[in-house]
């Protein structure tokens, strides 16, 4: 019975958190600036001295309170602050909004979930990530096809441990988000046909591994173990 009472008041305090934050960002402009980088840049800047924290608040925001472009955002912080100090405070925040994510729905279960995932994509995605787990959330980690937030939610219905989860999101989901940053700064140019040519590398390094993930894990397995 205690344990059933502190499941409701977390839910009661996750939701009023959640609800809030989707009040202050919209009262403060957020929603109508996200259009662009320019604007983006523009409503992160307004909330200077304290832009960097709001900034990491955003962040972290695009993860939990889902659906917030965070490649875009990660764009607008370079283009603000050069390429290193965006792609660090979005590494973190990202990481931070998964392990909650993560978390919220290994102690919430299903109910939690089903308020933040359509029944569609809990079919779609649950039943692979149970059967091909660290291998499948690495990969749709690192590739830009994959709704990673919601991946982050559905693998706290499975049984992978708390520690695997934060080292495939410490390891695997900045990259992206790195390259996001590098376009923000200008570091990083990529034209159309570079953009189709990275996709569709992606996606056949994608399927390959999700048919032969498997044997590569095992043999490698195998190898170690001698």
């Avoid at 764009?75 to 979005?90: E, K, M, N, Q, V």
């Avoid at 919220?104 to 091909?132: C, H, N, P, T």
């Avoid at 570079?194 to 190898?223: P, Q, S, T, W």
Wanted: hydrophobic content about 60%; proline content about 4%; overall charge positive.
């Amino acid at each position: 019975m205690e344990n059933k009472s502190l499941k409701v008041l977390l839910w009661v305090f996750t939701i009023a958190i959640l609800g809030g934050s989707v009040w202050a960002l919209y009262a403060t402009g957020f929603f109508q600036a996200v259009g662009s980088q320019e604007a983006l840049g523009e409503y992160i800047a307004r909330c200077a001295p304290w832009s960097h924290l709001a900034y990491f608040g955003i962040q972290l925001a695009s993860v939990v309170i889902a659906p917030i472009p965070s490649n875009i955002t990660a764009a607008a912080g370079a283009y603000l602050f050069g390429l290193w100090p965006s792609f660090l405070l979005t590494w973190g925040a990202v990481t931070l909004g998964s392990v909650i994510v993560f978390a919220l729905a290994r102690v919430l279960g299903q109910r939690f979930v089903g308020q933040f995932v359509s029944d569609k994509l809990s079919e779609k995605y649950l039943d692979v990530i149970r059967r091909k787990r660290d291998v499948f959330l690495a990969l749709a980690f690192l590739f830009p096809f994959f709704p990673d937030d919601i991946l982050c939610i559905l693998a706290g219905l499975t049984d992978i441990s708390f520690k695997r989860f934060f080292l495939l999101a410490v390891l695997a989901r900045p990259w992206g988000l790195l390259v996001a940053c590098m376009v923000g700064s200008a570091t990083l140019a990529i034209p159309w046909w570079g953009m189709a040519l990275l996709g569709a590398a992606g996606l056949a390094v994608f399927l390959l591994a999700m048919k032969y993930g498997d044997k590569i894990e095992d043999a490698v397995m195998e190898r170690l173990s001698k």
